[in-house]
Each structure stands twice: as structure tokens, then as C-alpha cells.
């Protein structure tokens, strides 16, 4: 999935012309707290709530001098790069540019949640396990064959890595709920099980998570 397939079709970029209490209004209407701000179809910049704060309200954006170094993502860009620049600058929005680097739309933090929520095959039935394994040791190939001997199917995987730490958190969608002869083989195979869940207790852990997140997007 690329950028250009999840941009929001109801949030219009800001003028250079609006004013700092117009924008401030949009934000509050859509729930963000980053608009663009869009030139015909040149791409200038992201404004953020705390620039608008910062300044006089009551003068036009354009006079305003912008915290963020005009962060964006190209169409063409994997939803994994959206994902990553959306964190690494703790957005809300993130404005999407064509090969000609023009302003194409924009993408939210919510559209990208109910990306990963809509995908990777959260709605498959299916138990989960999540094993630890040491970085040198890690092969997803192994892993497969391991679950594959007890008639089980990975049908999606997760890793969870730390910078300060060897260790590898891998969690395996399955495509049963007995996970009984499964975890057995990974023992067997000397792997440690961090956790285990079935399908009711999963989908419970994880419809709380996006009901609290989504309740939090809507503050």
C-alpha cells in the first residue's frame, strides 16, 4: 500500500492568506492539530497548533515563522514511511507531494490507524504466540517451517525490536486457536514463548487499544 491510495479527501490545505484563527478553527473541526500550507498547487510548509498559539491570531499564516522543516511523504511512498516520518515528527497530518513536488492531499494519523486496523489480517481468524529470539538467531523461515510441522499457518508476523537489547519479539498470527502443538514444537525447538493468545482474548485486548486510541485522536 502506497501514500497515495489512503489520503484524506475531506481536509483542504490552509492559504498563506487565511489567518491564524481560521486555522486554528479547521483543526479544531477535523480533530488535528497540523494543517498544510498550500500555494495554487505548491506546497509550502505544515503549520502546527503551537505556531498559531505563538503568534497573532487575527494576521494571515504567511507571516508566520513555521517549527517544523516541511515534513511530507511522496505518493509513491510505502504506508511504512508514512508511518515512520508521522512519528518521527509527532504529527497528526502529513502532507502528500507528487514526483513534481506538488501539494496531492494529505494523510492523518487516523487514516493511517485504520490502515493497520483494516489490514494484516486483524479480522483472519486465528490464536497469536509471541516468541522471543535472540537478533543473530532470527529466520522467519525457521519459524514457518516450525509451525508448518505442527499443521498450523503463519498467516501474518510482527517484530518488535529494542536499540538496547539482542532480543527480538516476534508475534505470529496463526491460522487456528489451538496453539497447544505449536507451542510445543517451539520448545522443542529451544525458542522461548513470551506470550500466547487465543482469538477471543486477542480481539478483546485489541479492540480495547483502538477503542482508547481512537477515543484519544478524538480529544
Known amino acids: 500500500m502506497i501514500a497515495s491510495k489512503i489520503i484524506s479527501q475531506i481536509i483542504s490545505p490552509l492559504r498563506t492568506s487565511d489567518t491564524g484563527e481560521e486555522a486554528l478553527t479547521i483543526m479544531n473541526v477535523y480533530q488535528v492539530k ?17 505556531d498559531i498559539l505563538d503568534n497573532d ?10 517549527s517544523l522543516i516541511n515534513p511530507f511523504v511522496y505518493e509513491s511512498d510505502h504506508v511504512f514511511d508514512v508511518m515512520k516520518k508521522i512519528a518521527q515528527s509527532n504529527l497528526t497530518t502529513i502532507p502528500v507531494i507528487d ?11 487516523e487514516d493511517v490507524v485504520k490502515f493497520y486496523a483494516n489490514s494484516f489480517s486483524f479480522n483472519e481468524s486465528g490464536g497469536i504466540i509471541v516468541i522471543k529470539v535472540h537478533r543473530n538467531n532470527y529466520s522467519m523461515a525457521e519459524i514457518a517451517r516450525i509451525v508448518e510441522s505442527s499443521n498450523a499457518l503463519v498467516i501474518n508476523s510482527f517484530i518488535t525490536n529494542s536499540f538496547d537489547s539482542n532480543e527480538l519479539l516476534v508475534s505470529l498470527k496463526l491460522n487456528t486457536n489451538d496453539l497447544v502443538a505449536v507451542k510445543g514444537s517451539f ?6 514463548i513470551h506470550s500466547s493468545y487465543t482469538e477471543t482474548e486477542e480481539f478483546d485486548n485489541l479492540k480495547e487499544r483502538y477503542d482508547s486510541l481512537m477515543k484519544y485522536l478524538s480529544i
Do not use: C, K
Not at 37 to 46: A, P, R, Y
Not at 99 to 109: A, S, V
Open 57 to 66: 491570531m487575527n494576521e494571515p499564516i504567511g507571516s508566520y515563522r513555521l
Open 34 to 50: 497540523h494543517l498544510p500550507i498550500v500555494n495554487n498547487e505548491s506546497f509550502l510548509g505544515i503549520i502546527s497548533e503551537d
Open 99 to 109: 514526483e513534481n513536488e506538488n501539494y496531492t492531499g494529505l494523510i492523518t494519523l
Open 187 to 192: 520448545q522443542r525447538f529451544d525458542y522461548t
